[in-house]
């Protein structure tokens, strides 16, 4: 049975008017499962998984555009880059007639990783090209409460939100969190009802069929050994700021060796690094980031957690509940075609706040507690701030309570049943 997924409205909406569409994201998240469903039937379909495809695409790129010409999706396109040159050319030879509009939606481009793709792709389709990405299935995807925002939870009026009591059907039990957390987002384990031991063979194939398959074939990782106490060291360390000195002393191997694999995993969509937020741009982008896994089922995996009752009374309850908040939080966002624009805040004297959100200027903090109870004491940190509502807007607790309610002045409760 296939599941509608939100990004669907994004795909439509490019087609219509750019050439290229690429839908990048991690294996099995259903790149090709949603766009196959969305072809019209005179749209080609080619996989270069298909050997003979493939090298035909790598040694004859000029021929293997002209074979399959569009409307046509290309599956896995990162195995042979040099065909993006000729697309290039096809879709220039339409366009400097003035057809645009036959020109639109003429190649849809599938790849499960972008290591070193994003450089080629944005000089050889500069213009041309719409930038996408699925990652696992949203909670509105798998649980259908309502009709989903069609901005991003941040951007939503709690007032009127607090008033559809269409909602409180949707309300989630801590345990029943805990089994979310531990199915995942991939459509494979989040949708087939897996048990415990059939969801750790699942994440242990996952792991060696996908991640270290990927990862082999880079030239930053020669040692797979490590590189996989690498990941489970990361996954036991969400929620904080990477130390790459510690992990390089940890595992044995030099910091620029754990830089450039935290790298890999970030762009093979396996990982999310959150940065710190501070007025210059520049400083946000080189100050130590946070770590987390973009699919929770994943991180609970490598951390050695598969019971969700036992996760949920395990020393790790409240980093694994972080997680998956902070990683739906992305998804909700990339599921409609746009970027987050998260961070989180912290003072030179360790005073901070789990999420930072600024929209318009005006700027929302948000942290995230494993509770039942709303409490406004985790906000202390912004009393000392300027409290100029034009600066500062609202306070936001993400918490396992049932009830959206405002318990101080622009300080709410939001239950995590709401982001979708």
């Known amino acids: 049975m296939y599941i509608p997924r939100l990004l669907e409205a994004a795909v439509q909406r490019v087609t219509q008017s750019l050439p290229v569409v690429m839908v990048t994201g991690p294996r099995q998240s259903g790149k090709t499962t949603m766009l196959r469903k969305l072809s019209s039937a005179k749209r080609r379909f080619v996989s270069l998984d298909d050997l ?34 000729y697309i290039k050319i096809a879709v220039d030879e339409l366009t400097t007639r003035g057809r645009n509009r036959q020109a639109a939606g003429m190649y849809w481009l599938t790849g499960s990783q972008h290591f070193g793709l994003m450089k080629g792709v944005r000089e050889s389709l500069a213009g041309r090209v719409a930038l996408l990405e699925l990652l696992g299935f949203s909670p509105y995807e798998l649980l259908k409460p309502k009709k989903p925002f069609p901005e991003g939870l941040f951007e939503q009026d709690f007032s009127m939100l607090a008033k559809d009591h269409a909602l409180s059907s949707s309300c989630r039990e801590p345990l029943e969190v805990f089994e979310a957390i531990m ?78 694999w935290t790298t890999i995993l970030e762009r093979s969509f396996h990982i999310y690094l959150l940065h710190p937020y501070y007025r210059s741009l520049n400083k946000r982008l080189v100050k130590t980031p946070k770590i987390y896994f973009l699919d929770s089922g994943l991180q609970a995996y490598l951390t050695g957690w598969s019971d969700p009752e036992q996760a949920l009374r395990g020393p790790l309850a409240g980093q694994l509940f972080e997680n998956w908040v902070v990683s739906n939080l992305v998804r909700s966002y990339r599921q409609r075609g746009r970027r987050e624009n ?79």
């Open 183 to 260: 199915r995942g987002s991939l459509p494979q384990a989040a949708l087939s009802g897996l048990g415990a031991e059939e969801r750790r063979s699942f994440y242990s194939s996952y792991v060696q069929t996908y991640l270290e398959r990927d990862v082999s074939t880079l030239e930053g990782v020669r040692n797979l050994g490590a590189f996989a106490t690498f990941t489970r060291l990361l996954a036991a360390r969400t929620g904080q700021l990477i130390n790459y000195s510690g992990l390089a002393r940890d595992i044995g191997v030099s910091v620029n060796t754990i830089r450039e």
């Open 52 to 85: 003979e495809l493939r090298r035909l695409a790598q040694s004859e790129p000029g021929l293997f555009i002209r074979q399959f010409p569009p409307p046509v999706l290309i599956d896995e396109f990162q195995y042979a880059p040099d065909i993006l040159p």
């Open 342 to 420: 998260l961070y989180f805040w912290r003072t030179r004297t360790g005073q901070e706040l789990d999420l930072w959100s600024e929209s318009t200027g005006i700027i929302t903090a948000a942290e995230v507690k494993l509770s039942e109870r709303s409490d406004s004491a985790v906000f202390r940190a912004l009393d000392s701030l300027d409290p100029s509502p034009l600066r500062f807007g609202r306070r936001v607790l993400f918490s396992i309570s049932q009830n959206l309610l405002e318990y101080a002045p622009r300080t709410w409760n939001v239950p995590v049943h709401f982001i979708n």
